[in-house]
């Protein structure tokens, strides 16, 4: 479990494929502080570490996880954001994220605000029900709140801060993102179904 508050950001530098997998090398300032077996969120996507070298850790991904979300297209050099496991012990500062990826959306708007900037986003409708105006939405691993919320649109805004520590900074219009929609939200539209 995770809250969607990115601790740092890391740096693609190896990719390699094995059969239907892909294995990722992620240079990053807690790299060296991971054990195997840990569970990090990487742009929103739970990946276990496999090994250690450095200030860089090894994570594989496989073909289901590769099929919903953005990790297919990642490349040498790219800028992902990352957060350790929740402890249960402190502050929840963002909402409950599992790291489980519900699908992608790609960015149709950004916009520069006096003092804030605002992405917009269009997803596949099929999800539409699962979320609402003012709820929580996980946006490349980031705890976010979705507001002008359509049938297969949302909009966030965000505060300088957060646009200077992840990887939202480089995001443009046609920039493929990782959706996870509110566990709760999920439930509520299962049990009503």
Known sequence: MFTGIIECLGKIIEISANG?????WIESPISDQLRIDESISHDGVCLTVEEIKGNAHKVTAI???????????????????????????????????????????????KKGLKGSTEFTFKFKKKFSSLIIEKGSICVNGISLTAFDVGKNKFTVAIIPYTLEHTNLAFLIERSKVNIEFDMLGKYVSRIMR
Do not use: P, Y
Request: proline letters at 0%; charged letters at 25%; one cysteine or more.
């Open 63 to 109: 073909k289901e996880t590769l099929d919903k979300t953005n990790l297919e297209g990642w490349k040498i050099g790219d800028t992902i954001n990352l957060e350790r496991a929740l402890r249960m012990n402190g502050r929840i500062d963002g909402h409950i994220v599992q790291g489980h990826v519900d699908t992608t959306a790609v960015c149709i708007n």
């Open 20 to 24: 239907s997998n892909k294995t990722f």
